[in-house]
């Protein structure tokens, strides 16, 4: 039953995510012009440079807010702009960066998120305003040594109402002047593949025995029968509001386990059918692990997400045993050693050569460079001429004017094991 399932969903929506991936024209001419040649063609000229990028692979989002809610629409595009010189500077001030969606103009029709916002989270945001005001085109901010947009209300839906996990986010740089100095697209990935709907039906093993006509009322009716709650009644229902949740800064009620841990560890406990990360994660069809990095890749349909984060109970036990959901994950070093160990505690926030983040170069989480996805991989090859991490064979010139001594990772302590 859950199988035959999953396979008309898998193949209805692979059509349309196929289509959503190869038809936005923009995203095309964004490569096509002659603004394409890489930027290193340009050997001596101290242009600027933007490299952008999201904060995680994948940003997830419940697929209606009518009920419940557990993500809402919330993307974060970052940038650093960098003016090549010899050395290279990192730009912090003097020019103005903007950010906008190829093809994702509008959330109006999209999705009923801001008519339950106020019972949700208790503001009344204007139509296609997100929760820290931005909306889905707008200016980035300077924080500390890169600009960003957090809180882009952003959903899996383009202008012509097609699936659009994959958005292209273009990031413009202009000068004092107003003149447009430099631009790039990086992805903004958003998905409601959330396939609770694979299990919680009305005949599904979810609330046996009670039909309450939807996923969602099979869940909160579900919580009620097991945990003595009262959902039902108080919908939509923010599982966040008791849940504390790293993701969303909700402190939960005292006594209740976090988000992370209840989902995690009352999946685990089901025999036979404990849920694969896909089945919660996007997803069979939207494939969020991308990276083509061989070691770190999804291996054909299986997403081995097992291999950095350990299996779903071990998710929830290193919660048990003092982990923090969202705070603590997996790192760099622990396969590729102590010369990779990251400056903050995640890698999204860590600098490495000389303050550029890592993620600039190696790009958002899941989506390392090079990606099995052509979207991701554009970036790189306008600035490179390659798909690789940036900086990759000795190509130092998008950066840098002239050849420049050493390699990335020999800055300042590290010992240096890769000689690139
Ligand atoms: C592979 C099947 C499967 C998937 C996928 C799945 N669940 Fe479940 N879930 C179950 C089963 C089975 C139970 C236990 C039912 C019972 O207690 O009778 C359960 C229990 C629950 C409970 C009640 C926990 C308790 O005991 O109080 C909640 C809440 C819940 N699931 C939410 C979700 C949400 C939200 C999603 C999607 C993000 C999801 N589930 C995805 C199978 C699944
Ligand atoms: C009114 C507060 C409240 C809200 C809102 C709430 N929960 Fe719960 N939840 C609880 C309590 C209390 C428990 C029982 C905790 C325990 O047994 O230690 C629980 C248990 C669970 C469990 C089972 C944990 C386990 O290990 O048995 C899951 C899964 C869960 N909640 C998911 C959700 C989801 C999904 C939502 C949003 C639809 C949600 N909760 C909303 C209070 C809440
Ligand atoms: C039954 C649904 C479900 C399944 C199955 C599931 N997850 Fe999750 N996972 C969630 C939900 C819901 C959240 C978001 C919780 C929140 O909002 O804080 C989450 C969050 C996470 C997080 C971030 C929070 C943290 O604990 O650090 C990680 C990492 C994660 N999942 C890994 C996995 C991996 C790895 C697997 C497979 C082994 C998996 N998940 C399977 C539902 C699921
Ligand atoms: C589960 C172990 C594991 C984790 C965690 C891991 N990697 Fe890897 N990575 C590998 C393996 C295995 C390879 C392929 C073998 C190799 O080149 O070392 C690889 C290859 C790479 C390569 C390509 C190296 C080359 O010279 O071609 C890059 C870049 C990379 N990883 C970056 C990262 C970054 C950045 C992180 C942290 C965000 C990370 N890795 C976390 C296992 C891992
Ligand atoms: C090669 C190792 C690797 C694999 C495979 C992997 N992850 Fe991760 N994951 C990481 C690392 C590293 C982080 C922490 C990123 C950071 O510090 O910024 C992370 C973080 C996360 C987070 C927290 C939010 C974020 O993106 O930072 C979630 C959720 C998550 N992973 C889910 C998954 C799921 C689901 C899969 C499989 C589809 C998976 N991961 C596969 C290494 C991996
Ligand atoms: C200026 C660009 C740049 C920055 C910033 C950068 N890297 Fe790299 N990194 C590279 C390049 C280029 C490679 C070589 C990849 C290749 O050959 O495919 C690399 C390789 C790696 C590898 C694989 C090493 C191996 O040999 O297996 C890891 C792990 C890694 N970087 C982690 C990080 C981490 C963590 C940060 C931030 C602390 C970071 N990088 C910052 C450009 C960068
Ligand atoms: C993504 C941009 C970028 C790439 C690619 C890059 N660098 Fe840099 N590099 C910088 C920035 C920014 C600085 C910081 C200059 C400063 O201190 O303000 C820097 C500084 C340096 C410095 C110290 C300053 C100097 O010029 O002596 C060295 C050495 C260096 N890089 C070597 C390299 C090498 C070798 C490569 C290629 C293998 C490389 N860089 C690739 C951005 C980059």
Redesign the pocket.
């Known amino acids: 039953m859950r199988l035959i399932k999953r396979v008309v969903l898998a193949s209805s929506a692979l059509v349309l995510l196929f289509a959503a991936i190869t038809a936005p024209d923009g995203i095309n001419s964004f490569i096509d012009t002659a603004d394409a040649a890489p930027e290193r063609m340009r050997p001596n000229a101290p242009n600027y440079i933007v490299i952008a990028w999201n904060d995680l692979g994948m940003h ?1 989002i419940s697929p209606r807010f009518k009920q419940m809610a ?2 809402p629409p919330f993307n974060n595009l970052e940038a650093q702009v960098i003016k090549r010189g010899s050395p290279p500077r990192i730009v912090t001030s003097g020019v103005t960066v903007r950010y906008s969606i190829n093809n994702n103009t509008t959330v109006a029709g999209k999705t009923d998120f801001w008519d339950y916002d106020v019972p949700l989270f208790g503001v009344d945001l204007p139509l296609g305003i997100g929760l820290t005001g931005n909306g889905l085109s707008g200016t980035m901010t300077m924080v500390g040594d890169r600009y960003e947009a957090r809180g882009i209300p952003t959903v899996p839906i383009d202008d012509q109402g097609q699936p659009y996990p994959y958005q292209g986010g273009i990031v413009e740089v202009f000068d004092d002047t107003g003149r447009l100095v430099a631009k790039t697209m990086a992805t903004i990935p958003v998905s409601d593949e ?1 396939h ?1 709907d694979y299990c919680h039906d009305a005949g599904g093993v979810g609330a046996p025995g009670i039909n309450t006509g939807t996923v969602e009322g099979n869940i909160l009716a579900l919580h009620d029968l097991r945990d003595g709650t009262n959902l039902m009644q108080n919908q939509p229902v923010l ?2 509001s008791c849940h504390s ?4 800064g909700t402190p939960g009620e005292p006594g209740v386990p ?3 841990l209840a ?2 560890e009352r ?1 685990a406990q089901l025999g036979t059918n404990v ?3 896909y ?3 996007p997803g069979a069809q939207t494939k969020c692990l991308r990276t083509n990095l061989e070691g770190m890749r999804a291996n054909g349909s299986n997403p081995n ?2 291999r950095c ?4 109970a071990n ?1 929830a036990a290193t ?1 048990r045993d003092g ?1 923090q ?2 705070l ?2 997996p790192t760099c070093a622990q396969c590729h050693g102590g010369s990779f160990t990251t400056n903050q505690p995640l890698y999204k926030d860590s600098t490495g050569h000389h303050g550029v983040y890592c993620a600039a170069c190696h790009n958002s989480p899941h989506a390392w460079y090079p990606s099995k996805l052509g979207i991701d991989n554009k970036q790189p090859i306008k600035l490179q001429g390659s798909a690789e991490s940036i900086g990759a064979d000795g190509k130092c010139s998008v950066c840098h004017i002239g050849q420049p001594d050493g390699d990335i990772h020999d800055e300042g302590g590290g010992d240096g094991d890769d000689d690139r």
């Open positions: 997830c557990i993500l959330l609770c599982c966040a949740d790293n993701a969303l976090s988000m992370s989902m995690h999946h849920p694969s990360c089945d919660c994660h997400c097992e984060h350990g299996t779903l998710v919660i982990r959901p969202w603590d994950e």
